[in-house]
């Protein structure tokens, strides 16, 4: 049988990589483990992973740095990248957003609530893409090629903040409610921290350099230009 994807788990912490190995391989994963960040950064180059699964604390560098690297090569431009973490301090996950993370995930975590997210993020995954590319004013936005360009110059962005982008400016002027972003661009079954759009829309704002998103406050964002 053929895996449903494959995920690096990267943490230093043998017990807590075991049990995430063993749940998710009995789920029909395949597993690529590492127990430190240069380690996590080489067998992520070796297996091309999914999904990567970073522990902050890491010896060898830690999980921010990883990501960084990791997002700093187009072979991991879109892969999807959540952060483990003990640390419950708003900055650190505010940290881990801005580097490219596109989720994180609260030690200690229940095998079953796990096993729930990663099948809500593969879900998302596989979720075939919208054919229709927007065009408005010098912005264009392909999500076949998932990519942008401004003034025909592309734009790299992570995999949240395209797919953020495209589903505001699918309906220019309507105001997305924040619950509404959680749910379509993050699904229903997983949890994410309050900063987690706020993260990604400043990301996207400073990337395309236009402003286009406006924060309609107490209520949700919506895009105009």
């Known amino acids: 049988m053929n895996a449903k994807g494959k995920i690096l788990i ?50 060898r560098k830690n999980g921010v740095e990883v990501c960084e690297i ?22 650190s996950h505010v940290k881990g957003l801005e580097t490219g993370a596109d989720d994180y995930i609260s030690k200690p975590v229940s095998p079953k609530i796990l096993v729930s997210r990663i099948h809500a993020i593969f879900r998302r995954i596989n979720k075939e893409p919208e ?40 309906k220019p002027g309507r105001v997305f409610l924040r619950n509404e972003i959680l749910n379509q661009i993050w699904g229903n079954d997983v949890i994410v921290g309050d900063r987690t759009i706020d993260v990604h829309i400043r990301k996207i704002r400073q990337k395309l350099g236009i402003d286009c998103i406006t924060t309609v406050k107490g209520v949700g964002y919506k895009f105009t230009m």
């Open 131 to 170: 054919e229709k590319v927007i065009k408005i004013d010098n912005l264009e936005i392909d999500p076949v090629k998932f990519e942008a360009k401004v003034d025909s110059k592309a734009v790299v962005l992570a995999k949240k903040e395209f797919e953020l982008l495209y589903l505001l400016a699918s």
């Open 10 to 59: 990267a943490d230093d912490e043998p017990d807590i990589v075991e049990i995430i190995r063993y749940n998710l391989t009995k789920e029909g994963y395949e597993i690529v483990t590492a127990n430190n960040g240069d380690d996590a950064i080489q067998k992520a180059k070796l297996s091309q992973p999914d999904l990567i699964i970073l522990d902050i604390m890491m010896p």
């Open 70 to 91: 990791l997002r700093a090569q187009p072979a991991f431009k879109d892969t999807v990248i959540v952060f483990l973490t003990a640390l419950s301090d708003e900055s």
